[in-house]
């Protein structure tokens, strides 16, 4: 089965300090993943994600992410972080293929932004 | 533009009440879903529909009821029966289960 595990729940960061969200998932085949990112009172938006190739995908606002397989890992990360960045980031999984129509979403990990 | 659009998106049940929740995308996407989001939660799986006449129940779909009678239509029903209603609702849409979600902005519900 699959599983995603977010790691703090909360984050602070100061504004143009590095920001990393970590994420670790779990499943049986190759995975696609995906970073979500919801601000106050909306639905989620897409941030970017992985499905093939480059281990390294780049998404919007500055942020990319790594796919590390060894470590079944696939951190959010951003080198300076700005005050629009406060936000809930959420990483989720969904199975390469398979007929299950669905993604798992972590428990998300609230980023707060210091001026 | 194409996208989710969710309404109303504060909605108020009186005890005993039935509430529906509205969903229609233009996306052209097969499958939908709804989520409940609680405070300091994460999104939980209430159903899901792979196409259109079909759906599945998600992870807490007691005292909840969908239809999938459109392809651009999933309506969530609230039933009496969901004791503890109160919560963020999102609806969501992808071409497949295992491609990307749209989502809409939510509904937020209320006890009076």
């Known amino acids: 089965a699959q599983s995603v595990t977010q790691l703090g729940s909360h984050v602070s960061v100061s504004e143009g300090a590095l920001v990393l969200l970590r994420c670790n998932y779990s499943s049986s085949v190759p995975p696609y993943l995906f970073w979500y990112v919801q601000y106050p009172n909306q639905g989620l938006q897409l941030l970017l994600k992985y499905t093939t190739g480059a281990t390294l995908v780049k998404g919007i606002n500055g942020f990319e992410a790594e796919f590390k397989k060894s470590e079944t890992s696939f951190h959010l990360t951003k080198p300076s972080a700005h005050m629009s960045d406060a936000a809930e980031y959420f990483c989720a999984v969904s199975d390469r293929g398979s007929s299950a129509s669905k993604i798992i979403f972590g428990s998300g990990t609230r980023l707060s932004i210091r001026p | 533009d194409g996208g989710i659009t969710q309404s109303p998106k504060y909605l108020f049940r009186k005890e005993g009440q039935n509430v529906t929740l509205s969903c229609e995308q233009n996306?052209?996407?097969?499958?939908m879903y709804w989520y409940r989001q609680d405070p300091g939660q994460g999104l939980r799986l209430i159903y899901y529909?792979?196409?259109?006449?079909?759906?599945q129940k998600g992870d807490i779909a007691e005292g909840y009821s969908v239809s999938r009678e459109k392809k651009e239509s999933f309506p969530l029903t609230v039933t009496s029966a969901q004791k503890n209603p109160t919560a963020f609702y999102l609806c969501?849409?992808?071409?497949?289960?295992?491609?990307?979600?749209?989502f809409g902005d939510g509904t937020r519900l209320s006890i009076l």
């Open positions: 529909s792979q196409i259109v006449n079909d759906f």
């Open positions: 969501a849409s992808s071409i497949d289960g295992t491609k990307p979600q749209h």
């Open positions: 996306l052209n996407h097969d499958a």
